[in-house]
Each structure stands twice: as C-alpha cells, then as structure tokens.
C-alpha cells in the first residue's frame, strides 16, 4: 500500500542518514520476492529516497525484469553490481509459481556466466555506457550434493567469461 511504501522508504531514508554520517554509501538490491525487484519498484525507491541500487542481473531476469531498462532508470544511482547468470526457463517458471525457488537453486537455476540466458555481455556494455565505474562481484550461487563438492568449475568458467567483458 501506499502507506506502506511511504514507511519503507522512511525507514530507508533512516539508514542512508547512517550510511552518510559514516561515509558510506546505500544500494537496495533489488531481489526476487521482495517488495523492491522489477523497473517499476525501483523508479519508486529512486523517486522516494536517495539511495542508490545494487543491481544484480540474476536476481533482475529471475523476477522478469529486464536488466538493461533498470540501468536505463537507475543511472547514476548504482553502487554496484553482482555479475551472475540464470536459467531463463527455471526462473520464468520459479517466477509463475510452476516451480518453488529452492528446488529450482537445486536444479542449477544459476548458470556459469555467460552460459544462462541473462546476457550479461549488453548488461556490462550497457553499464559502461551509462558510465559505471563501481564495483563488479561475481556470484556463483549453487546447491552442493554433498560436502565432497566443490563449485571451483563453474567459478572458473564464470571467470574466463566475464575477465575479458571488464579488460
């Protein structure tokens, strides 16, 4: 509701009034299933407060919002962004409620960067465009089976993928 928003964004308010006192800068991140995850909430966050946006691409496809129109509204705003990559099909169903979240995790819903569909290479180049000079995390989100596992592959072709979009 309206009112609620209003209080979020208080409370938001409340702590970029922190993070000012200290030096230190705000970004919401944007995820799927919370209040604040397409273009539409996040022009509201922008509009109604000062804090800027983390913008995490899998999160952004997974919610089925597109990446590139956030940067389109949040330029200028972005702290920073975490570099991951998604199953469109797993997150569209995750998203229609054909398929819970956790099974989809379980079911590889995070790609190797560069092998989902999230196309990460328009989102960096659009970002450069928009004049982001900040910080890039790269996530590599996945269930292990068993403790004997280990992600060192799929952080390493996530790496071999997105060193030479940021060169």
């Given at each position: 509701s309206n009112a609620e928003w209003a209080h979020l964004l208080n409370l938001i308010g409340s702590v970029q009034h922190v993070c000012s006192r200290h030096r230190l800068r705000l970004a919401v991140q944007p995820r799927f299933g919370t209040i604040i995850q397409g273009p539409a909430e996040i022009e509201r966050l922008l509009v109604g407060s000062e804090a800027g946006v983390c913008v995490d691409i899998a999160h952004l496809a997974i919610a089925g919002a597109d990446p590139l129109e956030v940067i389109d509204i949040?330029?200028?705003?972005?702290?920073?962004?975490?570099?991951?990559?998604?199953?469109?099909?797993?997150?569209?169903?995750?998203?229609?409620?054909?398929?819970?979240?956790?099974?989809?995790?379980?079911?590889?819903?995070?790609?190797?960067?560069?092998?989902?569909?999230?196309?990460?290479?328009?989102?960096?180049?659009?970002?450069?465009?928009?004049?982001?000079?900040?910080?890039?995390?790269?996530?590599?989100?996945?269930?292990?089976?068993?403790p004997d596992m280990r992600p060192l592959g799929r952080i390493s072709r996530s790496l071999e993928y997105v060193v030479p979009l940021l060169s």
């Amino acid at each position: 509701s309206n009112a609620e928003w209003a209080h979020l964004l208080n409370l938001i308010g409340s702590v970029q009034h922190v993070c000012s006192r200290h030096r230190l800068r705000l970004a919401v991140q944007p995820r799927f299933g919370t209040i604040i995850q397409g273009p539409a909430e996040i022009e509201r966050l922008l509009v109604g407060s000062e804090a800027g946006v983390c913008v995490d691409i899998a999160h952004l496809a997974i919610a089925g919002a597109d990446p590139l129109e956030v940067i389109d509204i949040a330029a200028g705003r972005i702290q920073h962004v975490h570099v991951n990559d998604v199953d469109l099909d797993l997150a569209r169903r995750v998203r229609e409620g054909a398929l819970d979240f956790d099974d989809a995790v379980t079911r590889n819903l995070y790609r190797p960067v560069g092998e989902g569909g999230a196309n990460v290479a328009r989102v960096v180049e659009a970002l450069r465009s928009a004049n982001y000079r900040g910080w890039y995390t790269l996530e590599q989100e996945t269930r292990l089976p068993g403790p004997d596992m280990r992600p060192l592959g799929r952080i390493s072709r996530s790496l071999e993928y997105v060193v030479p979009l940021l060169s």
